[in-house]
């Protein structure tokens, strides 16, 4: 969160996990109309967890974009579930 108003500090750990995110299938994730190929969308953190959970091989096939349009991979997204700022 923003808090420059009051001239406060955000706590940017936490904005990371909260920040909007979509899971896309790889293939639709560079297309023109990739808005729209959005299977999931929620925060970060629940689809990172929404991801993670499920089996490899369909996990494989599924990238997560984060708000800014930063992309995340299969590996990258176990990499994250394992952190220990992960939120419980």
Not at 38 to 60: K, Y
């Amino acid at each position: 969160m923003n808090t420059t108003i009051r001239a406060e500090s955000g706590d940017t750990r936490a904005d990371f996990w909260k920040d909007h995110a979509t899971v896309l299938r790889r293939e639709a994730a560079d297309g023109v109309l990739h808005g729209f190929a959005a299977l999931h969308a929620g925060s970060f953190a629940a689809m990172i967890r929404l991801v993670a959970r499920m089996p490899e091989s369909e996990r494989a096939g599924l990238v997560i974009e984060k708000a800014g349009d930063r992309q995340y991979g299969p590996a990258e997204i176990m990499a994250l579930v394992r952190r220990s700022d992960f939120p419980a």
